[in-house]
């Protein structure tokens, strides 16, 4: 019988535990790798399809019969292979189990497979299940899943982009190429495209489109594109190409500021602001968009109408054109007598139409060898059908003040100005009637009391003796009517209505726009 001492004991049973635990460890390996051969088994392909036909049977026949006929039919075909099935399998069973709805996201899931299986197209297959992997790695995002799987068919067979209450968007011609971006989220690359939005029962088109859709946003980042003005009665004449621009496509327009005009009418194109929007007005003429603005840079537009040139910026509203100022000055337009200047106004807008040319607020000046007839606030129009040049004073403001002869220094109380471009004389006269009426015409030098007294009013002291006092505290003969508010203690609207008396009645001049004054000598 052997004597064990303590430490050989000690050592035995370190032995001992050694072999137990490298039986036990070996038991644990052969367990795990069943285990993960398990995991890795493949799912039977005709018991998946019938669960599929049963899950949509309980949603729709129809749908039912999609699965069993069409849909098997396509993933069943050998050019797919196994790998792609289990791969489709695997993805409908992780919408199962993030509780997404079935007739959205699952079935939405298999029309789009449905699409790529049928073309055999395994680059799009590869690029759209690179994007299925975000929402795989992000189970939270749920709805957005929905979405997504939702719109694959209309995506892969119709160029679908969104499809919301308000607007569908699609992208009709052009490449279009699935892929993720930098944080691995879904994007839709467009290549020179056509952009078609739908809404209201209408439509708007782009051509010519580049840039990048992104799911998660539901907006396009656009880099460039072209604009024509289809359906409208400029069609054919303005073309607008813009640069980086973006769109909300849950809505049906959208505007941009880096949009170039050209066309036909002009040489060198314009910059500036270019909104679109889905307009339901089926009457060509009354349709106000494509819309571009001009930022700067001026047009001339010879003959707008035989012997009326136009110089300024530009407005394109659909099938409605205008004028505005650029360039910080005035649009201009001047009308000749035999190819002498005889008319120019100027103005911030000018609204073009077949028949006519028209101005609220222009500045005039008839020119008449070294005389001239000028108004600073006048309605004028030009009437094509009758070849006739109209200017009328306006009912409120500074128009109301009269006509000025700048050579004999005389006011005119008349109502309008005619001139016939093909006619000798210039006719004023009162619109409302066709007979001779008395006018009165004032020398700027005379003096009336009565018409002194009557600008004073029932206020106790005269507008002109308090313009006069201030003038001398403030020692200046020009300001804004906000400082002459704070002079007289009034609000600035009384201040500007007591200036507009004095400008109508010849002794200062107001911009309105600026609301600036000075003084006559």
């Known amino acids: 019988m052997c004597d064990f001492g303590l430490n050989d004991r000690v050592s035995f049973y370190l032995r001992c535990m050694r072999r137990a635990f490298c039986v036990v460890f070996g038991l644990l ?111 939270k995002e749920r709805k957005a899943s929905e979405s997504f799987m939702a719109q694959s068919q209309g995506l892969f067979s119709q160029g679908l982009l969104l499809q919301s209450n308000a607007a569908t968007w699609f992208m009709r011609t052009g ?26 029962g209408d439509s708007m088109r782009m051509h010519d489109v580049t840039g990048t859709y992104r799911f ?30 973006e769109i909300r496509m849950r809505g049906s327009s959208f505007t941009t500021e880096n949009a170039r005009l050209r066309s036909s009418l002009f040489d060198l194109p ?75 106004c100027l103005s911030d807008e000018v609204l073009f139409s077949d028949e006519s040319l028209d101005a609220t607020h222009a500045r005039m000046s008839i020119l008449l060898g070294e005389d001239s007839i000028y108004h600073p606030d006048i309605k004028i129009k030009y009437l094509d059908n009758l070849k006739t040049f109209r200017a009328t004073r306006q009912l409120e403001g500074v128009g109301q003040q009269p006509f000025l002869d700048t050579y004999h ?60 006092r201030y003038m001398a505290r403030r020692g200046v003969k020009s300001f804004y009517s906000e400082e002459y508010a704070d002079f007289l203690g009034l609000q600035e609207e009384q201040a500007r209505m007591l200036l507009i008396g004095l400008t109508n009645a010849g002794y200062v001049d107001l911009d309105l726009a600026t609301r600036f004054c000075e003084v006559k000598p």
Request: glycine share 6%; proline share 4%.
């Open 29 to 139: 390996w052969v367990a795990m790798v069943g285990i993960a051969q398990n995991d890795t088994s493949t799912e039977d392909v005709p018991a998946f399809l019938k669960d599929m036909e049963r899950k949509a049977a309980e949603v729709d026949s129809d749908l039912a019969k999609w699965v069993r006929r069409d849909f098997s039919y396509a993933f069943e075909d050998n050019a797919v292979g196994e790998a792609r099935r289990q791969q489709l399998i695997a993805v409908v069973r992780f919408l199962e189990e993030n509780r997404t709805k079935f007739s959205v996201a699952v079935m939405g899931y298999l029309k789009g497979a449905k699409v790529l299986l049928a073309q055999k197209d395994w680059n799009n297959w590869a690029d759209w299940h690179r994007q299925i992997d975000h929402f795989i790695s992000h189970p």
């Open 409 to 468: 220094a005389v006011e005119m109380e008349v109502e309008a100005v005619e001139w016939p471009l093909d006619g000798p004389a210039v006719t004023f006269r009162r619109l409302t009637s066709d007979r001779p009426e008395p006018a009165a015409f004032r020398s700027l030098d005379c003096f009336e009391s009565d018409v002194y007294d009557q600008m004073m009013g029932i206020d106790p002291i005269h507008p002109l003796a308090e313009l006069a």
């Open 216 to 245: 998660l946003d539901n907006r396009f980042y656009g880099t460039k594109a072209k604009i024509d003005w289809e359906r409208t009665t400029n069609e054919g004449q303005f073309e607008a190409e813009l640069g980086e621009f």
């Open 270 to 344: 314009l910059e500036g602001v270019l909104g679109m929007k889905v307009q339901g007005e089926a009457k060509v003429h009354r349709r106000t968009y494509p819309r571009f603005e001009s930022r700067s840079g001026r047009v001339l537009l010879e003959d707008v109408f035989p012997g009326v040139t136009y110089e300024g910026g530009l407005q394109v509203r659909g099938s409605k054109l205008a004028g505005m100022s650029s360039d910080d000055r005035s649009a201009e337009i001047s009308v000749f007598n035999h190819d002498t200047l005889f008319i120019r």
């Open 175 to 200: 490449s279009i190429q699935l892929a993720v971006n930098g944080e691995g989220e879904p994007v839709v690359h467009c290549t020179d495209g056509m952009m078609v939005c739908l809404s209201k």
